[in-house]
């Protein structure tokens, strides 16, 4: 998936958009993605090398390591990087709907 392919899927979210950057040798990335999941999200996944722009995009945001997520809501947007609960907890609500 590449960054532009990722309007329709944020439209579709309720409000809030989950974002995730990896790449194939991350192995930090599978742990965070499943937290997320886990929270009731379902994140896009984008691979920034597979990805130039993807790439430049998390480089201009100050990153230097993925995973970077980004979560954006009505509210404003944020993003981190690396394996941070704290951050998944702050921003991102267990859904209802999730066991």
Sequence with gaps: MTITD????IEARDGVAVTIYTQRTC?????????IRDR???PAIVRVDQDQSAFRYIVQLGYQQVPVVYVSTP???????????DQVIAHLPKRENVA
């Design 75 to 85: 509210t404003g947007d944020v993003h981190w990087s690396g394996r941070r609960p």
């Design 40 to 42: 009731g999200y379902d």
């Design 6 to 9: 990722l309007t329709p899927r």
């Design 27 to 35: 192995t930090t990335c599978p742990a965070v993605i499943r937290m």
